[in-house]
């Protein structure tokens, strides 16, 4: 899964994941166990290329690690990095859970939007999302809208997606 901060890839992920009986990993969940410290702790101490590296290094770990068939939900920024997106098509199939983005930013309530340094409280985001948005196009072999689509529609879709992939 790929898709910008709030386009509810953590919330969709796990139940994508219960509903098709395969494992859940989620790479920023990998990052912070690999730096030992929170996301917004790496970032406040090391800045941003650290949280790039972490990143890389996490999804490479998995391109060899991940259980087959498993759902997996990656930061919203990963997509900016040339060698990510390589070994993101390497993984399988993406999707991008494509959100409008005004919107699914701000329905992030306080502690999400704590925990995401980068979603800039000036809207600067609004240039990351300019940046990102055509590779998270480019990239995906599926598209689901999550928002203003209610997240249980959104699920159903996913469900339908992936059980068209398997047959
Ligand atoms: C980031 C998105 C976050 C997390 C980190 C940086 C980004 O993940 O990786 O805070 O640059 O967009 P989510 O997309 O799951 O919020």
Not at 101 to 114: C, M
Request: include cysteine; hydrophobic fraction near 50%; aromatic fraction near 4%.
């Amino acid at each position: 899964m790929i898709g910008f901060m709030g386009s509810g890839k953590s919330t969709l992920g796990p139940r994508l994941a219960a509903r098709l009986g395969v494992h859940f990993l989620d790479l920023d969940v990998e990052i912070e166990r690999r730096a030992a410290c929170t996301i917004a702790e790496l970032v406040a101490a090391e800045g941003e290329a650290a949280l790039r590296r972490q990143e890389l290094e996490a999804l490479r770990a998995l391109v060899d690690a991940a259980p087959p068939g498993c759902v997996i939900a990656t930061g919203g920024g990963i997509v900016e990095s040339p060698e990510a997106r390589t070994l993101l098509r390497a993984l399988g199939r993406i999707v991008w859970l494509e959100a409008e983005p005004e919107a699914s930013v701000s329905r992030l309530p306080g502690p999400a939007r704590a925990a995401r340094p980068l979603l800039d409280a000036d809207g600067a985001w609004r240039q990351r999302w300019a940046l990102r948005q055509p590779h998270y196009r480019a990239l995906a072999d599926a598209v689901v809208n999550t928002y203003p689509d209610a997240i249980e529609a959104s699920l159903e879709r996913l469900v339908a997606l992936a059980r068209a992939e398997r047959a």
